[in-house]
């Protein structure tokens, strides 16, 4: 079975300073990794996602991500963050096929960033 | 281009009551599966249909029960509701063999009293 953790619970960061969230998977097959992102009050949305090829993903809004297979981690960073990357992050995994299987989320780091 | 859409917004039930949730799915998506949000928690995959049939199920009981109609919409269905069924259920759409990832709507918000 797939499992995800996020350790980080509750980040709370003054604007223009650099983020790093944790995320760590257990699945003994290919992966697909996902960070999701839900706004107050909104849907969660996709920052990026990683299938195959470079480990280093860019997603929307200057994020990126890092899948280092042998330490099965997938953490999510942003060099200078904003007040408006205030939100909820999810990192999700699903078994390697084509991208649409059952997504297995993290409990999500609730990220605040004061002004 | 629509996204996913979910109805109703807010529900509010009593325990041992029954809820019919539905969902449209993104223009050009046929797959749809559904989640459920506990407060403070990620979501949780309840199931999976695509062309019509259960594809893919997760770990929740037979009360938990859903159906995709011929347009590809959904319901999530809900019997004998209990206290702890009290949660954001989402739904997300996606299109079978394309290697692209799901998209979700705003979820509906039930509340069991």
């Known amino acids: 079975a797939q499992s995800v953790s996020q350790h980080n619970h509750h980040v709370i960061l003054s604007e223009a300073a650099s983020l790093e969230l944790g995320c760590n998977y257990s699945y003994g097959g290919t992966v697909n990794l996902f960070w999701y992102v839900q706004y107050p009050g909104q849907h969660l949305q996709l920052l990026l996602k990683?299938?195959?090829?470079?480990?280093l993903v860019k997603g929307i809004k200057g994020f990126e991500a890092e899948f280092i297979k042998s330490k099965f981690s997938f953490n999510l960073r942003k060099p200078s963050v904003q007040w408006s990357d205030t939100a909820e992050y999810f990192c999700?995994?699903?078994?390697?096929?084509?991208?649409?299987?059952?997504?297995?989320f993290g409990t999500g780091t609730r990220l605040t960033i004061i002004p | 281009d629509a996204g996913v859409t979910q109805s109703p917004t807010h529900l509010i039930k009593t325990r041992g009551q029954q809820v019919t949730l539905r969902c449209s799915p993104k223009?050009?998506?046929?797959?749809v599966s559904w989640y459920q949000q506990a407060l403070g928690q990620g979501p949780q995959f309840i199931f999976q249909y695509y062309e019509e049939e259960e594809r893919q199920r997760g770990n929740f009981p037979d009360r938990f029960s859903g159906h995709q109609f011929p347009n590809y919409s959904s319901e999530l269905n809900v019997n004998a509701l209990l206290l702890g069924d009290s949660a954001l259920y989402l739904c997300?759409?996606?299109?079978?063999?394309?290697?692209?990832?799901?998209?979700f709507g705003d979820g509906t918000r039930l509340s069991i009293l």
């Open positions: 990683y299938f195959s090829g470079d480990p």
């Open positions: 997300a759409s996606s299109q079978t063999g394309s290697n692209q990832p799901q998209h």
């Open positions: 999700a995994v699903n078994a390697y096929n084509f991208g649409n299987e059952k997504l297995t």
């Open positions: 223009s050009g998506h046929d797959t």
